[in-house]
C-alpha cells in the first residue's frame, strides 16, 4: 500500500492501524511529501517503511516515488489511498475481487454511484472531469479523482509522468490506458471529515 502524506500525522496511526488488522501480511510505504507535522515519525512509531521528501513536491511526485518503491521491490500488486482516512482498509478486498473478476490491470474506486454525503460541487466537478479523462483514455473510469486504486505493478514499468501534482492522477489512467492497460472500477464509499479539499475545481 502506497500513502501519499502531506501534515497526516492526525489520521496517519488509525490509517495504518486499519490496513494492518485488515491484512497484516501487507507492506505499506508511508511518502512523507515535506510534512512539518511529525507525520514520518508516526509511520516509523507505527513500522512502516517511509519515503521523505524535502521539500514538500505534491502528491503526484509522492505517487512516482511509491510506484519507483514498488517496481524496485518487485511487488506483483499495489494499493493507492489517501492517508487522511478517507478510503476504508475494509474496501480493500473490494478492488481485488473486481481486479480477478474483470481480468483488469487497474481498478480505481467509485464513490459516485451513491454518494449522498459528497459536497454538490466536488461531485460535479468529478462527474465532468471523470467524463473528460474517460474521452482522453478512450474507456470509461466513472470517477477519475478517486485515489483508491489498485495497480499491477509490472503495467507501471517506463511510465514518464509530467505532471507532479492532483492532475497526475488523471495523467497515470490517461497514459496507462493508452498504452493498453486495462481499468475497471468498483464501488467504494468515502469518509468525509472536516477537511477541505486541495482541488480547485476550475
Known amino acids: 500500500v502506497i500513502l501519499p502524506s502531506y501534515n497526516a ?10 490496513i494492518q488488522r485488515c491484512d497484516p501480511a501487507l507492506r505499506i510505504l ?54 487522511d482516512g478517507q478510503h476504508p482498509p475494509a474496501e480493500m478486498n473490494i478492488l481485488r475481487a473486481e481486479a480477478a473478476r474483470g481480468g483488469w490491470d487497474v481498478v480505481v474506486g467509485n464513490r459516485l454511484g451513491d454518494a449522498p454525503n459528497m459536497p454538490w460541487l466536488r461531485k460535479r466537478t468529478n462527474e465532468f472531469t471523470s467524463w473528460v479523462v474517460s474521452r482522453m483514455a478512450g474507456t470509461p473510469i466513472p470517477d477519475s479523482q ?23 492522477e488523471s495523467e497515470i489512467l490517461v497514459r496507462l ?26
Open 177 to 202: 490506458a493508452r498504452r493498453g492497460s486495462r481499468i475497471g472500477s468498483a464501488p467504494v464509499s468515502t469518509i468525509y471529515g472536516t477537511e477541505k479539499s486541495s482541488i480547485r475545481p476550475l
Open 146 to 168: 478517486n485515489g483508491y486504486r489498485l495497480f499491477r505493478v509490472p503495467c507501471l514499468r517506463g511510465l514518464r509522468l509530467r505532471t507532479t501534482r492532483y492532475d497526475t
Open 30 to 83: 508511508v511518502v512523507d511529501d515535506g510534512s512539518t507535522d511529525g507525520t514520518g515519525d508516526v509511520a516509523r512509531a507505527a513500522g512502516v517503511e517511509v519515503a521523505v521528501h524535502a521539500p514538500n513536491r505534491g502528491k503526484g511526485a509522492a505517487l512516482a516515488t511509491g510506484f519507483a518503491w514498488a517496481l524496485a521491490e518487485g511487488l506483483d500488486w499495489v494499493y493507492t489511498m489517501d492517508a
Open 9 to 18: 500525522a492526525a489520521h496517519l496511526a488509525a490509517v495504518i492501524g486499519d
